[in-house]
């Protein structure tokens, strides 16, 4: 993908939509590019879609989004205000971690997003997305909650909800480091 120069976010998703350049797509009924706010401030990255995504061809419809909407709406914050995307634009097959060279070859895509969109913040949504974005050998409890600046952008590791609803006890720590996000783009709106 690198060698492509793309002249908007809607020539991106065309050639999303038609890759082939790994094995996800087989099997999948179509590509989940991402959607929401195509000038958002907030962007919030996933691991890449599931079962109900990949049926909807959009991301975070299933209970992990619920809760992810539930999450962000107590922030004052609505899905059309922010833009939602994952990793990977094909869901792995069983819903698995994506492999490697998966993320290696579909990362030029969210790069490219990052590019038209041009976030201020960014919300990683568990260590698919921290280890694709910022760092492969970190851990969430680590990272989890900390601002890290990478190139004029604030990325912000947090737990994927898919973990919340698995131990409703992290729940807390997403809510905080959402709150946290939208703190951080208050802060930045001010110093413009
Ligand atoms: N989990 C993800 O990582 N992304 C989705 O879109 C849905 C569930």
């Known amino acids: 993908m690198e060698p492509i120069r793309f002249a908007s976010l809607d020539e991106v998703r065309d050639a999303a939509m038609r890759c082939r350049r790994c094995r996800l797509w087989e099997g999948t009924q179509g590509t989940v590019f991402g959607e929401g706010d195509p000038h958002a401030r907030l962007m919030i990255v996933g691991e ?22 539930q999450v962000l709406e107590a922030q004052g914050l609505s ?11 094909h869901r792995p097959p069983q819903n698995r971690t994506p492999l490697p060279d998966e993320v290696a070859t579909c990362l030029p895509i969210l790069r490219w997003q990052f590019y038209f969109i041009r976030p201020k913040v960014i919300l990683l949504l568990g260590l698919s997305a921290v280890h694709a974005l910022l760092d492969p ?30 131990n409703p006890g992290l729940r807390v720590h997403l809510e905080d480091d959402v709150a946290l996000a939208r703190k951080k783009l208050e802060e930045l709106a001010a110093q413009q």
């Open 48 to 69: 890449g879609p599931g079962q109900r995504e990949d049926e909807q061809g959009r991301p975070f419809v299933g209970r992990a989004g619920q809760l992810l909407d």
């Open 79 to 89: 899905r059309q205000s922010v833009y939602i995307t994952n990793v990977v634009k």
């Open 137 to 166: 050998q970190a851990t969430m409890g680590r990272v989890r909650g900390q601002l890290v600046e990478r190139s004029g952008v604030w990325m912000l590791p947090t737990y994927h909800p898919a973990a919340v609803l698995r």
